[in-house]
């Protein structure tokens, strides 16, 4: 699978962004899904993730209340809706799939990744 992931930009706190990932493939309701952040000097983190009917989801605590993901397989789509943002969101934020399970996602061990779209929030 094939990640193209978009919608970044700058944005105040307290704003809202939503990015989307486009997939590529026909497999793509076999994979859970997920986005992660990676802040300059930082380690990538896990941020959300979402079983492959969509049906369940999983959040950081960090942004737990604030960010929704969703997906739509038909369009081959994910989406992460961010409100609220504060300048700790400030980060690369990466489209990933993964094959195997929500707990390998969060690993991101096994995933696949797209290229990074800039979050960048002002105070």
């Known amino acids: 699978v094939q990640l193209q992931a978009s919608g970044g930009g700058l944005v105040q706190a307290g704003g809202s962004l939503r990015l989307s990932c486009a997939a590529s493939g026909r497999t793509f309701s076999t994979y859970v899904m997920g986005w992660f952040r990676q802040a300059p000097g930082k380690e990538r983190e896990f941020v959300a993730t979402?079983?492959?009917?969509?049906?369940?989801?999983y959040y950081a605590d960090s942004v737990k209340g604030r960010f929704t993901i969703s997906r739509d397989n038909a369009e081959k789509m994910v989406y992460l809706q961010m409100n609220s943002l504060k300048p700790e969101d400030t980060a690369v934020y990466y489209c990933?799939?993964?094959?195997?399970?929500?707990?390998?996602?969060?690993?991101?061990?096994?995933?696949?990744w797209g290229q990074g779209t800039q979050v960048t929030v002002s105070s």
């Open positions: 979402i079983t492959r009917s969509g049906g369940t989801t």
């Open positions: 990933a799939a993964d094959p195997l399970s929500v707990a390998s996602m969060r690993q991101g061990k096994n995933n696949y």
